[in-house]
Protein backbone atom coordinates (compact mmCIF):
# COMPACT_ATOMS: atom_id res chain seq x y z
CA UNK A 1 0.00 0.00 0.00
CA UNK A 2 1.41 3.56 -0.85
CA UNK A 3 1.26 6.59 1.23
CA UNK A 4 -1.26 8.71 -0.12
CA UNK A 5 -3.51 5.34 -0.03
CA UNK A 6 -2.75 4.42 3.62
CA UNK A 7 -3.04 8.36 4.71
CA UNK A 8 -6.48 8.24 2.50
CA UNK A 9 -7.56 4.65 4.49
CA UNK A 10 -6.61 6.13 7.85
CA UNK A 11 -8.43 9.21 7.67
CA UNK A 12 -11.53 7.81 6.40
CA UNK A 13 -11.28 5.04 9.36
CA UNK A 14 -11.32 8.31 11.77
CA UNK A 15 -14.09 9.86 10.06
CA UNK A 16 -16.44 7.13 10.77
CA UNK A 17 -15.00 6.16 14.31
CA UNK A 18 -16.14 10.06 15.14
CA UNK A 19 -19.29 9.55 13.28
CA UNK A 20 -19.71 6.68 15.22
CA UNK A 21 -19.48 7.89 18.20
CA UNK A 22 -21.62 11.06 17.67
CA UNK A 23 -18.99 13.44 17.89
CA UNK A 24 -19.20 14.57 14.31
CA UNK A 25 -22.29 16.53 13.40
CA UNK A 26 -23.02 18.75 10.71
CA UNK A 27 -23.91 20.66 13.52
CA UNK A 28 -21.03 21.09 14.69
CA UNK A 29 -19.21 22.32 11.16
CA UNK A 30 -21.77 25.54 11.71
CA UNK A 31 -19.79 28.60 12.05
CA UNK A 32 -21.14 31.12 15.27
CA UNK A 33 -19.70 33.81 13.24
CA UNK A 34 -21.56 33.44 10.31
CA UNK A 35 -25.06 33.65 12.45
CA UNK A 36 -24.99 29.58 12.79
CA UNK A 37 -27.45 28.93 15.53
CA UNK A 38 -27.58 25.16 16.66
CA UNK A 39 -29.68 26.16 19.82
CA UNK A 40 -32.88 23.98 19.19
CA UNK A 41 -36.09 26.35 17.86
CA UNK A 42 -38.59 25.69 20.98
CA UNK A 43 -35.79 27.09 23.07
CA UNK A 44 -37.16 29.39 25.99
CA UNK A 45 -35.80 31.06 28.48
CA UNK A 46 -36.30 29.56 32.17
CA UNK A 47 -38.02 31.97 33.94
CA UNK A 48 -37.68 32.88 37.80
CA UNK A 49 -37.66 30.86 40.71
CA UNK A 50 -40.33 31.38 42.60
CA UNK A 51 -41.65 30.16 46.07
CA UNK A 52 -44.91 31.03 48.15
CA UNK A 53 -45.36 29.50 51.71
CA UNK A 54 -48.05 30.68 54.23
CA UNK A 55 -47.88 31.38 57.91
CA UNK A 56 -49.92 32.51 60.62
CA UNK A 57 -48.24 33.65 64.04
CA UNK A 58 -49.78 35.26 67.11
CA UNK A 59 -47.89 37.53 69.36
CA UNK A 60 -47.63 40.33 71.49
CA UNK A 61 -45.67 42.91 69.80
CA UNK A 62 -44.28 45.35 71.71
CA UNK A 63 -45.73 48.50 69.52
CA UNK A 64 -48.99 47.23 68.15
CA UNK A 65 -50.27 44.60 71.37
CA UNK A 66 -51.63 41.44 71.05
CA UNK A 67 -52.16 40.62 67.55
CA UNK A 68 -52.92 37.34 64.81
CA UNK A 69 -50.79 37.49 61.47
CA UNK A 70 -51.63 35.52 58.52
CA UNK A 71 -49.06 36.11 55.86
CA UNK A 72 -47.05 34.05 52.98
CA UNK A 73 -43.23 34.29 52.39
CA UNK A 74 -42.20 34.99 48.82
CA UNK A 75 -39.10 34.18 46.92
CA UNK A 76 -38.50 35.25 43.30
CA UNK A 77 -35.06 34.69 41.90
CA UNK A 78 -34.83 38.20 40.07
CA UNK A 79 -36.78 40.58 42.27
CA UNK A 80 -36.58 39.27 45.94
CA UNK A 81 -34.14 36.24 46.17
CA UNK A 82 -33.66 34.29 49.17
CA UNK A 83 -32.59 30.73 50.62
CA UNK A 84 -34.25 28.64 53.22
CA UNK A 85 -33.11 30.66 56.15
CA UNK A 86 -32.73 34.21 54.62
CA UNK A 87 -34.25 36.51 52.35
CA UNK A 88 -37.46 37.00 50.57
CA UNK A 89 -39.78 39.05 51.65
CA UNK A 90 -43.22 38.52 53.70
CA UNK A 91 -46.37 39.79 52.45
CA UNK A 92 -48.98 39.67 55.48
CA UNK A 93 -52.00 41.03 57.67
CA UNK A 94 -52.28 41.89 61.48
CA UNK A 95 -55.32 41.89 63.56
CA UNK A 96 -55.77 42.85 67.08
CA UNK A 97 -57.05 40.14 69.46
CA UNK A 98 -58.59 42.11 71.44
CA UNK A 99 -62.17 42.72 70.62
CA UNK A 100 -63.44 46.11 69.65
CA UNK A 101 -59.69 47.29 70.55
CA UNK A 102 -57.52 49.34 68.27
CA UNK A 103 -54.04 48.15 68.11
CA UNK A 104 -51.51 50.41 70.48
CA UNK A 105 -49.25 53.38 69.32
CA UNK A 106 -50.55 53.76 66.14
CA UNK A 107 -53.53 55.39 64.20
CA UNK A 108 -56.02 54.57 61.63
CA UNK A 109 -54.55 54.57 58.54
CA UNK A 110 -50.99 55.58 59.12
CA UNK A 111 -48.38 54.70 56.89
CA UNK A 112 -45.49 52.57 58.94
CA UNK A 113 -42.17 52.23 57.93
CA UNK A 114 -39.80 49.28 58.53
CA UNK A 115 -36.14 48.39 58.56
CA UNK A 116 -33.04 50.24 59.52
CA UNK A 117 -34.57 53.58 58.30
CA UNK A 118 -37.80 52.81 59.73
CA UNK A 119 -39.41 50.60 62.56
CA UNK A 120 -37.02 47.38 63.40
CA UNK A 121 -38.67 44.46 62.77
CA UNK A 122 -37.85 40.77 62.04
CA UNK A 123 -39.60 37.72 60.20
CA UNK A 124 -42.78 36.07 61.68
CA UNK A 125 -41.78 33.65 58.80
CA UNK A 126 -38.49 32.98 59.59
CA UNK A 127 -39.54 33.12 63.84
CA UNK A 128 -42.33 30.77 63.04
CA UNK A 129 -40.02 28.11 60.95
CA UNK A 130 -36.86 28.24 62.18
CA UNK A 131 -37.02 29.96 65.52
CA UNK A 132 -35.03 32.73 63.77
CA UNK A 133 -34.95 36.07 64.41
CA UNK A 134 -34.09 37.62 60.40
CA UNK A 135 -34.04 41.67 60.79
CA UNK A 136 -35.94 43.83 57.43
CA UNK A 137 -33.93 45.38 55.33
CA UNK A 138 -36.94 47.54 54.21
CA UNK A 139 -41.14 47.92 54.08
CA UNK A 140 -44.08 49.08 54.27
CA UNK A 141 -47.19 49.17 55.50
CA UNK A 142 -50.70 50.44 56.58
CA UNK A 143 -52.58 50.49 59.48
CA UNK A 144 -56.45 49.68 58.73
CA UNK A 145 -59.59 52.67 58.81
CA UNK A 146 -60.84 51.20 61.95
CA UNK A 147 -57.01 51.13 63.24
CA UNK A 148 -57.67 47.68 64.41
CA UNK A 149 -55.32 45.85 61.94
CA UNK A 150 -52.34 46.58 59.49
CA UNK A 151 -50.71 45.16 56.25
CA UNK A 152 -47.69 45.12 54.85
CA UNK A 153 -44.77 43.80 52.73
CA UNK A 154 -41.36 43.37 53.80
CA UNK A 155 -38.19 42.56 52.69
CA UNK A 156 -35.31 40.38 54.21
Known amino acids: ?15 AALAALGTFSSASL ?28 SYIDERFGPVECIGVHQTNSVKYP ?11 KCKSTVAKTLLTGTSPEEVLTFGPSGQAWNSDYFAVAFSLAVPAISGTGLTSKNGKAYSAIIYY
Open 1 to 15: MNGIHHRSLLLALTL
Open 30 to 57: ASSSAGGNSAPSNARLAGPEKTAIRYTA
Open 82 to 92: GTETSGGRDKF
